[in-house]
């Protein structure tokens, strides 16, 4: 079976994609399904997640602190099946990068009927909180949708 690779896409590739990146990758059997995530912009290429996202992934039993914060980038769209995006503008983004429908059609809300995840960013640990929980729900969805 040919492995299924999913990027996940917010705008830093520092608070929310890294911890939807972990939280998939944990549940699902990584010969089948590879996860990478990335950001539209380039503020933070190179760094590690943020320490509140680490915090509450560590909470959560996840490891995601050896991962490095890089920027979306056209050939994106050749690697990945899927490509989940966390709001409004990172989908924006994206699809004005993408070439052709069969790219757009890769292009996805992590979350059911367009809704955003928050950028927790500028916010408290309960922006954090609030972030994982979304994204452990979105996670187990695409996991069905796997199957
Ligand atoms: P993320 O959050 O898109 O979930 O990684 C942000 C991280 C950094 C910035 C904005 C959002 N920033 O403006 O530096």
């Given at each position: ?14 608070c ?107 916010g ?7 972030c ?6 979105a996670c ?5 949708s796997l199957?």
């Amino acid at each position: 079976m040919k492995q299924v690779k999913i990027l996940m896409v917010c705008l830093g590739n520092i608070c929310r994609s890294p911890l939807a990146q972990g939280i998939l990758e944990n549940k699902v059997d990584p010969k089948k399904v590879s996860v990478d995530s990335a950001g539209t912009a380039a503020y933070h290429q190179g760094n590690s997640p943020d320490p509140r996202s680490i915090a509450i992934a560590q909470k959560n039993g996840i490891d995601i602190s050896h991962q490095k914060a890089r920027k979306f980038t056209k050939h994106d769209f050749s690697i990945f099946s899927r490509i989940y995006v966390m709001d409004l503008s990172n989908y924006q983004n994206i699809i004005a990068i993408a070439e052709n429908d069969y790219e757009r059609a890769k292009v996805h809300f992590i979350l059911n009927h367009h809704e955003e995840v928050p950028d927790p960013y500028y916010g408290n640990e309960d922006g954090f909180i609030n972030c994982y929980e979304l994204l452990d729900n979105a996670c187990n969805r695409i996991v069905k949708s796997l199957n």
